[in-house]
């Protein structure tokens, strides 16, 4: 009996800040590879999530949201999103149901038009909305560009992801399986886990503090048979940021702390002691030599 051809191909997502790119990441890899958040430009470096079955490797790449750059970090994330279109086979454009086409929209759809590659128009979070109003969006971009199809989705809650992949795989080319069938992603250990912690720091402190925030891996040791020691430190811009992310007594920073180490143990499938500090550098966003030792390099795009 003649062996299955195998396919395997690149797929962008790209849309601007807090669509929810992410969130389908994780959906489609069935587990969190991307930090999740409800404030927008959360994620910062190209992030790619594998799917593998017997005969299919996807492997995705959930870009930063495309934003007007108020930094050189900023400026990294826009480049590093754009960058992606041309090394693709296809494009998730991912818009929100909730929010009317807008200029971010607009931007993105302009550097669409000269991608050579089938672009999907993918509505997401379909549950927030009432159905009679899916028409009336899917209108706002049905001659924007030449759509290869149109998707309405929850990435939240599933809602027709399983269809989509199923389009994306019936289209991509004869190929080879570029990653091991068990990876999910090819982002070291380190990498997630800084950012799972970076995600509870999103997630816990008050809207000043998130986009001022790096997280570094210090040290990762086996601390006995049973447990993983992993020092980290959270750095942020200025000193005043320092006791909202320690708060009061070290509360704060415990949450934090108990959180993420939650997740790391689901990703590492071991007992883990989670130790973290926090240190002030001003303005590391503008800084090259510290942008690039927190992980946001040039090679990057």
Known sequence: MANTEFHSGFVAIIGRPNVGKSTLLNRIVGQKVAIMSDKAQTTRNRIQGIYTTKDTQMVFIDTPGIHKPHSRLGDFMVKSALSTLG???????????????????NFIIDRLKSVNKPIYLVINKIDQIHPDRLLEIMDQYKDAISWADVYPISALEGNNVDELVATLKSKLPAGPQYYPADQITDHPERFIISELIREKVLDLTRQEVPHSTAVVIDSIKRQDEEKIHIQATIIIERSS?????????GSMLKRIGSMARRDIERLLGDKVYLELWVKVQENWKDRENLLASYGYRQDDY
Do not use: C, T
């Not at 090394?87 to 929209?105: P, S, T």
């Not at 940021?241 to 007594?249: S, T």
């Open 241 to 249: 940021q320092k006791g909202i992310i320690i708060g009061k007594g």
């Open 87 to 105: 090394e693709v086979d296809a494009v998730l454009f991912m818009i929100n149901a909730d929010e009317r086409r807008g200029a971010g929209d």
